[in-house]
């Protein structure tokens, strides 16, 4: 399989299915795979969740910030990214230069549906109805990702058919990209 020349960033919020489709993508274009969330993990030697506590949002976000960077600086690759990364303008900068930004679109129901399962891992939707939190951050964020170079709806649909889906519009933007101009 031919490999994109620049990385495929994905974009999306939390439920969206962003970390199960970048493994898939990884693997269907022979890429490595990144998850900024796992990444930052590692850096800091504890969850998600614990840097909210401990050190505040601000510090996350600072910390997000720097892995998107350095992974981007690097060779190709599908990431997966948390999904308030796409709202800071450095971030998005960075990922218009650099990558391909696919933006999986879910409804309320499907990300309530979704992120009910690891809600402690969450600490947006810890503190209130998580409904109520995803659809006001569907509010705010829907109309920045919708910056994105590509918007994919994701529903109820099996994991392997989205993907199957991501895959063929990647190609065609890849041939796109390929094609003389002249
Ligand atoms: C966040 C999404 C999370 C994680 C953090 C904040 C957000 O990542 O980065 O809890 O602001 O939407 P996922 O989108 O991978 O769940």
New binding site residues.
């Given amino acids: 399989m031919r490999s994109p020349a620049r990385s495929i960033v994905l974009v999306?919020?939390?439920?969206?299915g962003?970390?199960s489709l970048g493994k898939r993508l990884s693997k269907i274009f022979n890429l490595p795979f990144f998850?900024?969330?796992a990444e930052i993990e590692k850096a800091a030697g504890c969850s998600?969740?614990e840097i909210?506590a401990r050190f505040g949002e601000a510090y996350?976000r600072d910390g997000?910030r720097r892995v998107i960077e350095r992974i981007l600086a690097g060779a190709p690759c599908v990431m997966?990214?948390?999904?308030?990364?796409f709202m800071d303008d450095r971030i998005r900068e960075v990922v218009k230069d650099r990558a391909l930004s696919i933006w999986l679109r879910a409804d309320l129901d499907t990300l309530v549906k979704r992120t009910t399962k690891r809600r402690d891992?969450?600490?947006?939707l810890k503190d209130g109805d998580p409904r109520d939190i995803l659809r006001k951050?569907i509010e705010q964020r829907y109309p920045v990702y919708g910056e994105a170079d590509i918007v994919i709806d994701v529903g109820d649909e099996p994991p392997e058919k989205t993907s199957e889906r991501v895959h063929k519009i990647i190609v065609s933007h890849i041939n796109a990209d390929a094609e003389p101009t002249n």
């Fill in positions: 999306g919020l939390m439920g969206a962003k970390t998850d900024s969330d998600v969740a909210f996350f997000e997966a990214t948390g999904g308030g990364s891992d969450r600490p947006l951050l």
